[in-house]
Structures are given as C-alpha cells and as structure tokens.
C-alpha cells in the first residue's frame, strides 16, 4: 500500500495568511484527494486532485480558497487561502491505485489552528 | 445523495467485553463498504473493504460484515490497543468516482 507523507505535521496561523501542505506519496498513485476533518466531524472531501489539470472541487468549496496543485503522480499540495479561524482543521492527503476499489490510503494530517 | 451513519457515537468496554458496531448507509450503487481505524493524531488507517451483501472479512480481533443496508464491524474480546474512532465509508456511482463518503465514527474505549 501507499506510504503518503504530509508536511507540516501542523501549524498556528495568523487570519488573513496562507498554509500551503504538501503530499508526497512514495509510489506513483492515479487518484489524490484533499479531505478536512472538523472536531467532532466526519472527514468531507475538498477537492479530486487531477494530474496536469485543475482539480474538481466538491460542492461549498472553490478554488480560490483552496487552490490545488498536482505537478505529477506522486505528489500534490494544498493551499488554504485568507485565512479564518473557521478554516482551523485537520486537512488528510490521501491516495489510491488505479485498482478497481482499491481503498484510500491516508496521510496524518495538517492540524491548522487560526488565530 | 450518499449518506452514512455510525452507532454508537461512542463505545466503553470492559477488556475481553466483546461488541458490535454499526454502520447504515443509503447509497446509489453501492460499490465497495470500507472501515478505517483512526487513533489520535494519526490519518485513517484501512482496515476492510466489503463488496456485496452477505460477505464477511476478518482481522485478529474483527470482523466486518454487510448487508443491504448496514455493516456491522464485531470485536472480540478486545484489548485496550483496539482503543481508537472507527470509520466507515461508502464508495458508489460509476467506476473512475473514486471518492469516499464517511460516517462520523464510533470511538471505542476499551478499559483494561
């Protein structure tokens, strides 16, 4: 299975600035997703992350508050944008194989507190 | 739209105190049924994936199981290191959606 690695492991932010989480995967993987985890809450789904392409973002989440990138196969980043302490979140890279329901492997997460 | 839903919200045992918990869902085309396990500070870690009514998977302590309408994950008698929240997600739609839908998880406790 996918070994993925998230940095930073966390961050404390001030309102208004930006974090940018990177995702490496040490294998070459077809899907990538951004998922964020509130307290208390399920993991939502942000955004597919698409090789060479713009991401697809889920329902209540854009691209100007969450712009993705995905430069190859192995490896992706998240940037949370304008910064509010509402966006304090764990913010989970994750990854699967081209296998038909192959399952999702998971980073640790980002924990961001906004201050 | 998909939805999942996981009882109890949360779980004490006794060790050695065998339970179930449950999973129900309402999906389009139910794909694939997977549970995770998720301790704290950690992503989820990938424990099962069920595919049609009437299968059952099993690992040490765990079964998972399915039905039509909702999976029951089973411990037996467990140890405090099954301490953790499990997760349950769905996958369903059409081949090329990848995408999980997840319930909101059971944490267990389990006091030695």
């Known amino acids: 299975s996918a070994v993925i690695s998230q940095k930073p492991s966390r961050d404390i932010c001030q309102r208004g600035t930006s974090l940018t989480i990177q995702c490496q995967v040490d294998?070459?993987?077809?899907?990538m997703f951004w998922y964020r985890q509130q307290p208390g809450q399920s993991l939502t789904l942000i955004a597919t992350a698409n090789q060479g392409s713009e991401a697809t973002y889920e329902s209540g989440f854009v691209i100007d508050k969450f712009p993705i990138s995905r430069p190859n196969l192995t490896f992706s980043t998240l940037t949370v944008s304008n910064l509010s302490p509402e966006d304090s979140s764990i913010y989970l890279c994750?990854?699967?194989?081209?296998?038909?329901?192959?399952?999702?492997?998971f980073g640790n997460g980002t924990r961001l507190t906004v201050t | 739209e998909d939805q999942v839903t996981q009882s109890p919200e949360a779980l004490r045992l006794q060790e050695g105190e065998s339970s179930s918990l449950n999973c129900s869902y309402t999906v389009s085309g139910l794909r694939g049924l997977f549970w995770y396990r998720q301790d704290p500070g950690k992503g989820p870690e990938f424990l099962f994936t069920l595919y049609s009514a009437g299968e059952e998977k099993e690992k040490e302590r765990l079964k998972a199981t399915l039905t039509k309408k909702e999976s029951f994950l089973h411990i037996t008698a467990p140890k405090p290191e099954d301490s953790a929240t499990y997760l349950c997600a769905v996958q369903a739609g059409n081949f090329g959606n990848e995408k999980l839908t997840f319930g909101t998880g059971t944490r267990l406790t389990i006091i030695p």
């Open positions: 294998s070459q993987v077809t899907m």
């Open positions: 994750s990854a699967s194989t081209s296998s038909y329901n192959s399952p999702l492997h």
